[in-house]
């Protein structure tokens, strides 16, 4: 069943993003923020999030990742607002992509 206040945040993080930590800070922020989904890396060197919570939640969680850890370099964030399917029970480090 879909919670009335979930909703899904799919982000495309774009910059010098991967070989400094960014997937795990991700993940340590989501796990801190209650948030379920993935982390990966892409082929062509940017990062994907998909994260479900509430939305003033997710707007936390998508702040964070334009700031990024210390050593990234975040150029820009694609966020895409979209329906929430609940199927995540956890935040994970998935393989790339």
């Not at 993940?27 to 801190?32: D, P, R």
């Not at 082929?43 to 479900?52: C, D, F, K």
């Amino acid at each position: 069943m879909v919670e009335k206040n979930t909703v899904r945040l799919h982000a495309i993080v774009e910059g010098y993003v991967q070989g400094v930590g960014f997937r795990m800070f991700v993940q340590t922020t989501a796990n801190a923020l209650g948030v379920n989904g993935w982390v990966r890396n892409l082929w062509n060197g940017n990062v994907e999030v998909v994260a479900e919570g509430e939305k003033s939640v997710l707007e936390k969680l998508n702040y964070y990742l334009l700031e990024g850890p210390r050593g990234a370099d975040v150029i820009n964030v694609h966020s895409e607002w979209l329906d929430a399917t609940n199927e995540f029970e956890r935040f994970q480090v998935r393989t790339n992509g």
